[in-house]
């Protein structure tokens, strides 16, 4: 199929405001153009990263990029303290963050690595375990949210993309022909763009204005985050997962001193955990990672029997478990609180227009894969736009995004419904529940194949 080049349609704009804006907000604004060919609106971790990723493609050098970011450009330097906002980072994002050149400003900097995980609960004794074939092997890195956006921005700048900060998409008129996409700003400058990406979050403007169907719904919960101090220097190289009846509490670390907390709860108790003193807060941390409710007894002699069985055939039991570390102290005013929801887009892509991360999935983050999911969109619409180029199509074909859309969603989705499964498999205490969960937690624990899907799932 001849897919011919379209031209692309002016569009006005008040060149005045945008030259002011230029010189005042944007951290790289090359000249009064105005129309581009590829558009990304939002630049957070992931529209910042797949800027970055799309003005490293060599298919795409001749193509005009810009990003639009609607928050202040920020001047930042690494904090001696530890951000309270941490992402769990898997294989597949690292070796991304690596080929565009930003990890090596990730790893000057500082990060945590992940060498073994332990998921339990606190209804029983099951546990898994999950650690790296090789003894080098890292299951996932932890890196600050805003050590990871700073060095997309400074990789950014050994690029061709334009970044305009202060820039919130205010309206948007699709195009259905061959003309571009026509960007209205809350400050009235217009921008025309052939491919218009929405990477503007979870509550994304883009996917309203396109008016994708989007299935929603909030937990009800909140994701208390903090730092915290470690009572003892040791190789905090664990994370650590129990599913506590309101919610999973995951430590993660950051050094060897150093961890940082996700602690998913009832609204009302995050309150009461965020209202404690950071001593109070210590002690009903520590109370929560160390104590268990009884769990109930045919729960509890059904899964010795089974562990003692699993024991028996040389397979990995619960006896292969360990403690997580003590905390001695929250950070000061580490402490904070975010809603927890999912969302999914029933489509990602239209004719000249693309969803990518939390604007098109957001998921419950028990199993720190949220911004693992947008990193894998951005590989995947690079690797098609690519391609596109190259066969000589337009950059906004539907028959190529829908490849994106296709292929992504073969993969988030079942992601996403495993995610959520998980939250209400362990958000009950009913006894038959706890009891099958357990026995299943074990029997995985065991099977090293099954472990190993699990784990190759979760750094793809
Ligand atoms: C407590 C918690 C812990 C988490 N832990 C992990 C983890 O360990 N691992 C993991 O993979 N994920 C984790 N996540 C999920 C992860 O944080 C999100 O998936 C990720 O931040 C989404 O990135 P994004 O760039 O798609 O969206 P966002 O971070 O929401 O960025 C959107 C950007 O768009 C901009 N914007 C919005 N509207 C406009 C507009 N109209 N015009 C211009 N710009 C606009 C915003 O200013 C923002 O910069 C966690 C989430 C929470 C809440």
Same mark, same amino acid.
């Given at each position: 199929m001849i897919r011919l080049p379209t031209t692309m349609s002016c569009v006005a704009f008040p060149r005045k405001m945008l030259m002011k804006n230029s010189m005042k907000n944007c951290s790289r604004f090359i000249s009064s153009?105005? @129309?581009?060919d590829i558009v990304i609106v939002g630049g957070g971790l992931v529209g910042a990263t797949l800027a970055c990723v799309l003005g490293k493609n060599s298919r795409l050098s001749d193509k005009s990029i810009l990003l639009l970011e609607g928050s202040k450009k920020r001047d930042w330097k690494l904090p001696e303290l530890y951000s309270n906002r941490v992402s769990s980072l898997n294989q597949a994002t690292y070796n991304l963050l690596n080929e565009i050149g930003v990890w090596r400003h990730i790893q000057s900097s500082r990060y945590g690595t992940v060498k073994r995980m332990q998921i339990w609960e606190a209804n029983s004794e099951a546990v898994i375990n999950f650690k790296g074939d090789?003894? /080098?092997? @890292?299951?996932a890195y932890i890196v600050e949210n805003d050590l990871t956006l700073h060095s997309v921005y400074k990789e950014l700048e050994n690029s061709n993309v334009s970044v305009l900060n202060e820039a919130s998409l205010q309206d948007l008129k699709l195009s259905k022909g061959t003309e571009s996409h026509q960007l209205t700003l809350k400050d009235g400058s217009v921008f025309g763009a052939k491919l218009l990406v929405g990477?503007?979050?979870?509550?994304s403007q883009v996917r309203q204005k396109i008016g994708v169907h989007y299935v929603s719904h909030s937990y009800g919960q909140m994701g208390v985050v903090a730092t915290l101090e470690l009572e003892e220097q040791c190789d905090n190289t664990t994370a650590w997962q129990k599913f506590l009846p309101t919610g999973p509490l995951a430590l993660l670390p950051l050094n060897d001193k150093f961890s940082s907390l996700v602690w998913t709860t009832t609204p009302q108790h995050a309150k009461k955990l965020l209202a404690l003193t950071d001593q109070d807060f210590t002690d009903e941390l520590n109370y929560h990672l160390y104590n268990s409710p009884k769990s109930n007894v045919i729960v509890e002699k059904s899964s010795r029997v089974f562990d003692q069985l699993l024991h028996a055939l040389n397979c990995p039991s619960t006896k292969d478990s360990q403690l997580p570390p003590k905390i001695a102290r929250c950070q000061e005013r580490s402490r904070a609180s975010f809603p927890l929801g999912f969302g999914h887009a029933t489509n990602y892509v239209q004719k000249g227009v693309a969803l990518v991360g939390d604007a098109a999935h957001r998921v419950h983050p028990l199993a720190g894969q949220g911004v693992n999911l947008g990193f894998g969109d951005i590989s995947c619409l690079n690797g098609v736009l690519g391609e596109a180029v190259y066969a000589g199509s337009?950059?906004? /074909?539907l028959l190529y995004l829908k490849e994106y859309e296709t292929e992504r969603q073969r993969h988030n989705v079942p992601t996403m419904l495993a995610i959520d499964g998980l939250y209400r498999l362990y958000g009950t205490d009913f006894p038959p529940v706890v009891l099958l969960r357990s026995l299943g937690l074990q029997a995985v624990n065991a099977l090293s194949p099954l472990k190993g899907l699990l784990k190759n799932h979760a750094a793809s």
């Amino acid at each position: 199929m001849i897919r011919l080049p379209t031209t692309m349609s002016c569009v006005a704009f008040p060149r005045k405001m945008l030259m002011k804006n230029s010189m005042k907000n944007c951290s790289r604004f090359i000249s009064s153009q105005t @129309n581009y060919d590829i558009v990304i609106v939002g630049g957070g971790l992931v529209g910042a990263t797949l800027a970055c990723v799309l003005g490293k493609n060599s298919r795409l050098s001749d193509k005009s990029i810009l990003l639009l970011e609607g928050s202040k450009k920020r001047d930042w330097k690494l904090p001696e303290l530890y951000s309270n906002r941490v992402s769990s980072l898997n294989q597949a994002t690292y070796n991304l963050l690596n080929e565009i050149g930003v990890w090596r400003h990730i790893q000057s900097s500082r990060y945590g690595t992940v060498k073994r995980m332990q998921i339990w609960e606190a209804n029983s004794e099951a546990v898994i375990n999950f650690k790296g074939d090789y003894s /080098d092997e @890292n299951l996932a890195y932890i890196v600050e949210n805003d050590l990871t956006l700073h060095s997309v921005y400074k990789e950014l700048e050994n690029s061709n993309v334009s970044v305009l900060n202060e820039a919130s998409l205010q309206d948007l008129k699709l195009s259905k022909g061959t003309e571009s996409h026509q960007l209205t700003l809350k400050d009235g400058s217009v921008f025309g763009a052939k491919l218009l990406v929405g990477c503007d979050g979870y509550s994304s403007q883009v996917r309203q204005k396109i008016g994708v169907h989007y299935v929603s719904h909030s937990y009800g919960q909140m994701g208390v985050v903090a730092t915290l101090e470690l009572e003892e220097q040791c190789d905090n190289t664990t994370a650590w997962q129990k599913f506590l009846p309101t919610g999973p509490l995951a430590l993660l670390p950051l050094n060897d001193k150093f961890s940082s907390l996700v602690w998913t709860t009832t609204p009302q108790h995050a309150k009461k955990l965020l209202a404690l003193t950071d001593q109070d807060f210590t002690d009903e941390l520590n109370y929560h990672l160390y104590n268990s409710p009884k769990s109930n007894v045919i729960v509890e002699k059904s899964s010795r029997v089974f562990d003692q069985l699993l024991h028996a055939l040389n397979c990995p039991s619960t006896k292969d478990s360990q403690l997580p570390p003590k905390i001695a102290r929250c950070q000061e005013r580490s402490r904070a609180s975010f809603p927890l929801g999912f969302g999914h887009a029933t489509n990602y892509v239209q004719k000249g227009v693309a969803l990518v991360g939390d604007a098109a999935h957001r998921v419950h983050p028990l199993a720190g894969q949220g911004v693992n999911l947008g990193f894998g969109d951005i590989s995947c619409l690079n690797g098609v736009l690519g391609e596109a180029v190259y066969a000589g199509s337009e950059l906004g /074909d539907l028959l190529y995004l829908k490849e994106y859309e296709t292929e992504r969603q073969r993969h988030n989705v079942p992601t996403m419904l495993a995610i959520d499964g998980l939250y209400r498999l362990y958000g009950t205490d009913f006894p038959p529940v706890v009891l099958l969960r357990s026995l299943g937690l074990q029997a995985v624990n065991a099977l090293s194949p099954l472990k190993g899907l699990l784990k190759n799932h979760a750094a793809s």
